[in-house]
């Protein structure tokens, strides 16, 4: 059952004349909700405010979005997360002083259910042919406008792997299609720089932290395919799924994961969450 909550009451329905469905003009994140508690909120809630503010967009509260989580969540404990604000309604025209209030969403969704092999023995990683463009002004950000997002998800699914691999239009690895990428080489871990696009998640800054507190080098890089596939270990982290190593990719083939799943098993400590 998915439950919403639209602008503090119970609705399933918005403005035809929203801006987040005439534009994507908005943002969003997604987080896991365990026994009632979403997962990490601190740092998803600074995630969604610095990504509003880049937007020049009105964030909610944390007040406000905490009330809505717990009143869903009395409902439906368990699921997922997600969080959607929008510019609102307004007159036609892509101005943003034709704006009016913001829109808050928010839902509760059952979680998905992954093949529990994913997560030890890892999985495949599909290359996929469309390429990120660049934009500078909207690098990082989780915005609504995932359509690239959309197109390659269906290149993965019909070569039936797990998750597809990102690059840019110069050739750059940047994600997963969902999901951060890092790889670890010789006692160093490697993540690739986002500054021209791709979105920055909440797991991606948790994993750093972890890489920081150990003493363990980590590099934001560019990096090409040739050079990921000589790495290590290559593993992959969102909010929903945690942390997947990366069995196979192309010619690259690892059946041993000792860092990833050193990593996974502190993302899925309780009191690191």
């Not at 020049?56 to 979005?65: A, G, K, R």
């Not at 025209?93 to 979680?111: L, R």
Request: aromatic share 8%; glycine share 8%; net charge neutral.
């Amino acid at each position: 059952m998915t439950i919403i909550r639209v602008n503090g009451a119970a609705s399933n329905s918005i403005s035809a004349l929203d801006r987040g469905l005439f534009y994507g003009d908005g943002v969003f994140r997604t987080l896991r909700l365990k026994h009632g508690r979403p997962l990490n909120w601190q740092c998803q809630y600074q995630k969604l405010r610095q990504d509003c503010t880049r937007l020049n967009l009105d964030c909610p509260s944390d007040i406000f979005l905490s009330h809505e989580i717990q009143t869903l969540s009395s409902l439906q404990p368990d699921g997922v997360v997600k969080i959607i604000v929008t510019r609102g309604g307004g007159a036609r025209g892509y101005a943003i002083q034709n704006a009016q209030q913001a829109t808050n969403i928010v839902q509760i969704s059952p979680a998905p259910q992954f093949d529990p092999s994913y997560a030890y023995n890892g999985i495949t990683l599909h290359t996929c042919q469309l390429k990120l463009g660049h934009q500078v002004l909207l690098a990082g950000v989780k915005h609504l406008n995932r359509l690239e997002n959309v197109l390659a998800a269906s290149e993965y699914e019909s070569a039936h792997a797990a998750e597809g691999l990102l690059e840019d239009e110069a050739g750059w690895v940047i994600s997963g299609t969902r999901s951060n990428l890092f790889a670890y080489r010789q006692g160093t871990l490697y993540t690739p720089d986002l500054s021209q696009c791709g979105v920055a998640g909440v797991q991606r800054d948790r994993v750093m932290t972890w890489a920081k507190d150990r003493g363990v080098e980590c590099k934001v890089i560019q990096m090409r395919r040739e050079a990921l596939c000589n790495m290590d270990e290559i593993f992959l982290v969102n909010s929903v799924f945690g942390l997947w190593p990366v069995h196979k990719m192309g010619d690259y083939l690892r059946t041993q994961h000792p860092v990833a799943w050193q990593i996974q098993q502190w993302l899925n400590d309780e009191n690191n969450q």
